[in-house]
C-alpha cells in the first residue's frame, strides 16, 4: 500500500482555498457601464424631490403664519369688545329681595309692602310674568317698557296712580294685561294696539276718563275686555266688531253712549256683554240675544 502523503492533500486544500478567496475578494465589473446621462438623471430625480419637500414646508409655514395671525386678531377684538361694553348688574335688589338679571318670574302677593315701583326693574330683561299686588304707590315707572320678553303683567290691587304708560305698546308678546282696582287716571294709550297678542285686558275699577280708542280693535287675539268702573265718555267705537275672538266684554258703570256693534252679537264665542241700560243717564244699546247683553253690575 503506498503510503498517505498528508503534504500533498494539504497543499492542496490551501491553494483551493487562496483561489476561492481571491475570486471573492475580487470587485466584479457591471454587466452595462455607466454613462453620464446615467449619473445626470439620478441628480436631477433627486433635485425635484428636494425641491417638492421644500414647497410643501413652505406651505406648512404659510399655514401657522395665518393661523397665529387670525388667532391674535381674535384676541384683541374680545379684549377691545370686553372693555368698550359697560358691565351690567348681575342682580337687582326689588321689595327686600334679590334677583338676578336672568330671572323670568317674580311675583310678591300679600306681603303688606309699601312704597313704589323701582325703576331698577326694568333690567330684569328675561322677565316672562311679573306680578304684584300689594299696597304699592305712585306711578307705573316707564322701565316696564324694557322687559320685552313679559307675557304676563299684573299690577292689580295696588294704589297706583298716573297714566297708563305708552311705553306699554313696547310689550309685544304680553298676553295677559291686570291693572285693575288701582288709582289709574288719564286715558287709554293707543299704544296698546299694538298688543296683538293680548288675550285679555282688565282695566277696572281706575279713574280712566277719555274714549275708547278705535285702535282697540286690532287687538282680534282679545277674549276678555274688562273696563267697567272708570269714567270713559263719549261713543262705543263700531271697531269692537272686530274682537272675533271676545267672550266677555264689560263696560258698564261708565259716561259712553251709542249701541254696540250688532255684528258682535253673531259671534258664537261671545258669552257676556254688560252696558249701562235706561234709565241710566248713560245708556248704551244693546240688540243681541238678552242672555248676552246684561245691564249694571254683575
Not at 63 to 91: D, E, M, Q, Y
Request: hydrophobic residues 35%.
Amino acid at each position: 500500500m503506498e503510503p498517505l502523503n498528508i503534504d500533498r492533500y494539504h497543499d492542496e486544500d490551501y491553494e483551493d482555498d487562496d483561489s476561492d478567496d481571491s475570486t471573492m475578494g475580487m470587485l466584479q465589473p457591471p454587466s452595462t457601464p455607466l454613462t453620464h446621462n446615467d449619473l445626470g438623471s439620478s441628480s436631477s430625480s433627486s433635485s425635484i424631490h428636494i425641491l417638492i419637500r421644500s414647497e410643501e414646508f413652505h406651505k406648512v409655514i404659510v399655514g401657522a403664519v395665518v393661523l397665529l395671525l387670525v388667532i391674535v386678531f381674535a384676541l384683541v377684538l374680545a379684549l377691545t369688545s370686553t372693555h368698550n361694553t359697560p358691565k351690567t348688574r348681575t342682580s337687582v335688589e326689588l321689595f327686600g329681595a334679590n334677583y338676578t338679571v336672568e330671572t323670568t318670574f317674580v311675583f310678591v302677593h300679600s306681603y303688606g309692602l309699601a312704597g313704589s315701583i323701582p325703576e331698577a326693574i326694568g333690567n330684569l330683561t328675561e322677565l316672562r310674568s311679573l306680578s304684584i299686588n300689594n299696597q304699592l304707590s305712585g306711578s307705573i315707572p316707564s322701565e316696564i317698557g324694557l322687559l320685552t320678553a313679559l307675557t304676563f303683567l299684573d299690577l292689580s290691587d295696588n294704589l297706583l296712580s298716573g297714566p297708563i304708560i305708552s311705553e306699554i305698546g313696547l310689550l309685544t308678546q304680553l298676553q295677559i294685561l291686570n291693572f285693575n282696582g288701582n288709582q289709574l287716571s288719564s286715558s287709554i294709550p293707543k299704544a296698546i294696539s299694538s298688543l296683538t297678542e293680548l288675550r285679555r285686558l282688565r282695566l277696572y275699577d281706575n279713574q280712566i276718563t277719555g274714549s275708547l280708542p278705535s285702535e282697540i280693535g286690532l287687538l282680534t287675539q282679545l277674549g276678555e275686555l274688562e273696563l267697567y268702573d272708570n269714567h270713559l265718555t263719549n261713543m262705543v267705537p263700531t271697531e269692537l266688531g272686530l274682537l272675533t275672538s271676545l267672550y266677555w266684554l264689560y263696560l258698564n258703570n261708565n259716561q259712553l253712549s251709542g249701541s254696540i256693534p250688532h255684528i258682535m252679537c253673531s259671534n258664537p264665542r261671545l258669552h257676556e256683554i254688560r252696558v249701562d241700560c235706561p234709565p241710566d243717564p248713560s245708556p248704551v244699546e244693546c240688540s243681541c240675544r238678552p242672555w248676552q247683553c246684561q245691564c249694571g253690575p254683575e
